[in-house]
């Protein structure tokens, strides 16, 4: 066969694999948004089906040679299906010394830590869950010792907990990241503390004013609109937690979910969920040609999120844009709020102990923590059980405060169910923005593009120099081609420290 | 293979053909709520994956050697496995002297006939639809001539039209609908003439005051709860037109649609589909095992659907169960009007060209017209270049309106694009609802059971006497069951002359 067959080969598989994935992303959709409590048993059957037929495709024998066959000749191939063949290879490397029944044994571990974790969240009992993180830590340690190395791989592995990063944030080390981190605690807490010394008074009186779901819905879709999301490509739901589907070149779902008493928490998820939105929306058509879609990492796609959720919607040109909006929408929640004390209360700091709900400047000593205590899990160095001590001291030293349960501290995330070395892509998304937002800077004022309502040049911009490569480099790569400079969080820590000096006066 | 094997083997096909269906189900009711314009096309793809997996396995020979041996030993098997066994050897019947490519030439017609519809429509010139529709004819009655005679079939076939009605009505025939028809036309038109010539005033300033989507909404959450609808086991979304989607056991979903200047639409569109959702959502459970729930012909689910939304929905005993709900989501609306000003107005009679807006007394008219049209053109007793004139010339003598144009009047149906047959499936709902109308008075007063918001008890009532045995017997032995009478348009005559008479005082 030759290489073009070869190619042709895999295509057709890819192409077949996409509409089983299409069909599954819609039941997944559906499943978030508008099935009904107990049709959700049946509904399983149905992703367990497609799934099925997926997994089939996917270890289909013919496929897999040709797929070797291209990764082979690839100097034979254009530059896009060159990504793909290694793409396809890096895929085939990883699964390759994993047995059907090592696979089942795997998720067996995942699924009961699941379970188990469901419980000793809801007993807020961390000792329920012990066993099962005990299993998890050993099932990825042995995941990694069953890896193929790949032989075209940069990054330099220096412990097993390179390797479960490189599984969330391709290329990413220990090395760049111990370093990170400790400059943003060496920045990030006492300047927190100052925050926390400070006199500064922020109104937040309006910010728990009951608004309808219609109300919210209506402002949902105007910053959506404002942002450039294009809604002939797409749609906006809602669901219990929010969430971004890219379940088809031309159909990319946001959600997002009204709570009467927080305006701001739709608002700002909305604007979260758009940036991931714009994101899938404008990937170069080519990818989708060659197969080559999957190559963001979580933190590039966080970034882009975090971008406009902090970067752009929590900005005075931003607020500035869109309080007439609010005015209209919400008038019994304005009131007499000017555009100033708006920009406090949408800025305001407050430590305290659930990740998901907390401020920017705090939000990556969260990640922190966590990060230190996986690490330590991983190396040996800390042992399960001195987990919630660990967690405890953390957090006083860190953010001042001391959770007052196991459900408020060491058992609010799920993501230890299932692996470690997830949570440091949240807090690279914020470094990697940091540093794009002031290339972006040199090209134009963007507080006043902002504020005169120019969002469609911003998302132009960003298509051409932040999205555009996402695929095909690995995200240090990807920020030095858009910045021209290394991976570095001074820029993110700088721009903290500018911020909420001003803000609060320090 | 034994019989037990046998349906062993066909229970382990359905199953799996069930999970496709359902997967299919959710697609495409996701493509009429939610999909994204452009989104379409990509969906058309997995649309087209499922069912062709689903025509795989519906065509596997085992799967199809097994349904002939369990009909083969059918008095080997329990009462629902025999109602399957008939079920699976009619649908092979139906199919088995039809090759693919007939099949495809087949759906070649009815595609391009539904192309022209669309722009004759437009244009508003049946001219450009008649060689479509001649197709359209030849093509049904090709059908008819392939079809394998079913040796178990009570149905006294007496000619092609009898056969075409069969595909959507078990067991109806042109002798039972021309003896129905002619009886309706004798009693509907001369009470409609005093209606027309009746000097009654009717208040329907407050029909067309604008209100919100988040209001109707809000109206249909609490209607469907009214009817009793689970939404633990069901959901409502919106689409261009309402519809019912029995997407699995515990997964039944309505549509409406609002529109901002006629609240009314949507009221009885949520009745109507509620009332589908209601025969969906209490079928026997042992239905479902023995994959037999595709036996309910169309005139049964209309009967359900337009017992709740014209005898149940336009009562005045469910008017004034609702008057001050309506009064509490609409106050803009409401205003002074009495619940009888409600009730006339719900019940208002107007003679138009649009069959899908027509009013209960003029519908079954609107579906005589096209009866005697099809029938005319199956028999040759008239050729489709005549089609417009009888239109004109039928809804002249039945209505008193001759409509302006073909957009409003041969052209506003899409049915005649894929088969004739379907339209009296329409009008036999209200003669079966009337009949089981006059039974279930029998056991409770329906008007006070209705206004003291007893509607779980007429659920309960339904579900044991009008949906438990639907998918097993066809609609005349059904009826029989229910009333213990033979079918007939009696009653639902008999209703309408008792209720325009008294509401226009005739």
Redesign the interface.
């Known amino acids: 066969m030759s290489t073009q067959d070869s190619l042709k080969k895999v295509y057709e598989n890819l192409e077949?694999l996409k509409?089983?994935s299409?069909?599954a992303n819609?039941?997944s959709?559906?499943r978030q948004?508008?099935?009904?409590?107990?049709?959700m048993?049946?509904?399983g059957?149905?992703l367990a089906?497609?799934s099925n037929e997926a997994f089939k495709l996917s270890k289909d024998e013919e496929f897999i040679k040709a797929c070797e066959d291209i990764y082979d000749h690839r100097e034979e191939l254009d530059e896009f299906d060159q990504v793909l063949a290694r793409i396809e290879h890096r895929d085939r490397l990883a699964t390759k010394n994993i047995t059907p029944e090592k696979e089942h044994e795997f998720s067996m571990v995942f699924n009961r830590a699941y379970d188990t974790w469901l419980k000793a969240r809801e007993a807020s009992d961390f000792s329920q869950f012990a066993p099962s993180l005990e299993a998890v830590v050993k099932t990825v340690k042995e995941q990694v010792s069953l890896r193929e190395p790949d032989p075209d791989c940069k990054t330099e592995y220096k412990c097993d907990y390179d390797h479960m990063l490189d599984d969330y944030e391709d290329g990413m080390t220990t090395a760049i990241l111990d370093e990170t981190f400790e400059k943003c605690k060496d920045r990030i807490v006492p300047l927190l503390k100052k925050v926390q010394a400070s006199k500064k008074q922020i109104r937040t009186d309006f910010m728990n004013i009951p608004v309808?779901?219609?109300q919210q819905e209506e402002l949902g879709w105007y910053l959506l609109d404002v942002m450039g999301f294009d809604?002939?490509?797409?749609?906006m739901?809602t669901s219990e937690h929010p969430f971004t589907h890219g379940?088809?070149?031309?159909?990319t779902?946001v959600t997002t979910h009204y709570y009467p008493n927080a305006f701001a928490s739709s608002m700002y998820s909305v604007i979260h969920e758009g940036g991931h939105a714009l994101f899938e929306q404008n990937q170069p058509k080519e990818n989708f040609e060659h197969f080559i879609t999957t190559g963001k990492t979580l933190g590039q796609h966080e970034s882009v999120s975090r971008f406009y959720e902090n970067r752009i919607g929590r900005s005075r040109g931003f607020l500035n844009l869109v309080y007439p909006k609010l005015k209209e929408v919400f008038p019994e929640v304005m009131g007499d709020v000017t555009t100033e004390q708006l920009y406090e209360a949408m800025n305001i700091v407050n430590a305290d102990f659930i990740r998901t709900e907390a401020d920017e400047l705090t939000y990556t000593l969260h990640i922190i923590i966590r990060y230190e205590i996986e690490r330590a899990l991983v190396e040996g160095s800390a042992k399960v059980v001195d987990v919630p001590a660990l967690w405890q001291e953390k957090y006083e030293k860190y953010l001042g405060i001391t959770p007052p349960t196991d459900r408020l501290g060491v058992l609010q995330d799920m993501h230890w169910t299932f692996g470690l070395g997830y949570f440091p892509t949240y807090a690279l998304g914020n470094m990697y923005n940091a540093m794009y937002y002031n290339r972006l800077a040199q090209d134009m004022d963007i507080e006043k593009t902002v504020e005169s309502g120019g969002l469609l040049k911003l998302r132009d911009w960003m298509t051409e120099n932040v999205f555009k490569k996402a695929d095909r480099l690995c995200p240090t790569d990807w920020i030095r081609d858009i910045t021209g400079r290394e991976f570095t969080p001074d820029d993110f820590l700088t721009y903290l420290e500018e911020k909420y000096g001003e803000l609060y006066q320090l």
Chains 1, 2 share one sequence.
């Open positions: 077949k509409v089983y299409h069909a819609i039941v959709y559906d948004t508008t099935c009904p409590q107990e049709g048993g049946e509904q059957a149905v089906l497609l309808k779901d219609y809604k002939n490509r797409g749609n739901g379940i088809a070149l031309n159909d779902r």
